[in-house]
């Protein structure tokens, strides 16, 4: 059973790969045949029918950005609750998680209404804009942040911290100088997801920008499809070099992704 998983799994990617070096007549007709003049072409017209380029670099922007602000409240916010105890600390915890059931979409018409409401009345403009999408990223992405580094927090022991105070260290200093450096597997495991949740995400990305300034990458290979006659080979092209960056980074951190992910599944 395991083998069939691995197999479904791992099928299309191959077959997205393998359609790449495809021409286009042979994607439509079923007849695929891996050459290297299509994978000459097919890479080539990707990067140069639509400003690829340009979509390439939005999305590390806001990716990039999201990561940052996500990850630094996350990081604070997962301390807290770790080792503070107040009033409704542990119902907060709970709501943190239980945000995750609620489908984002339902968030999508009302979001993008405050958006306009918040440019109408203060004239900061959010739709269309690096900062209303990163913004939006941030606030999705924050809740399950938290609750990971939340139990890797709990999983570190008080006495490290208490040893790190009785040296002299302030409640400050040895969060900065003890807890963090022991919490990177944790911190590393809630940025990948941050990066590879805000790298993917395309619906409130084509809802909340019309420019090609700041659209990302999902938004930009929907052009293959209608805008260019359809052209299947160059989708597969762009998705195979859109999967390359986010596969390297998983696969060169996974054990602190894994290791992250487990953190306080039987202790705290």
Known sequence: MLWIFIVLTIFPIIWMVVSSTSDQEGLLTGKIQPQLKNILTNYHDMWTNINFGLYFRNSLIIDASTTIIALSIAILAGYALARFKFIGSNLFGVATL????????????????????????????????????????????????????????????????????????????????????????????????????????????????????VQTIPVGIRLFVGNYQNRYDLLMAASTVVTIPVALIFFLLQKYFISGMTAGAVKG
Request: charged residues 10%; aromatic residues 16%.
């Open 98 to 213: 239980g945000t995750q059931m609620i489908p984002g979409i339902l968030f999508l018409l009302p979001l993008y209404l405050i958006f306009l409401q918040i440019q109408q009345t203060f004239g900061i403009k959010m739709v269309n804009t690096y900062r209303g999408i990163i913004i939006t990223y941030s606030a999705f992405y924050i809740p399950f942040s938290i609750w990971i580094l939340r139990g890797f927090f709990a999983s570190i022991p008080l006495e490290i911290e208490e040893a790190a105070r009785i040296d002299g260290c302030t409640q400050f200093s040895a969060f900065i100088r003890v807890i963090l450096p022991l919490a990177i597997p944790g911190i590393i495991a809630a940025a990948i997801y941050i990066f590879l949740m805000a790298w993917d995400e395309l619906l409130f990305a084509w809802v909340l920008t019309t420019s090609a300034d």
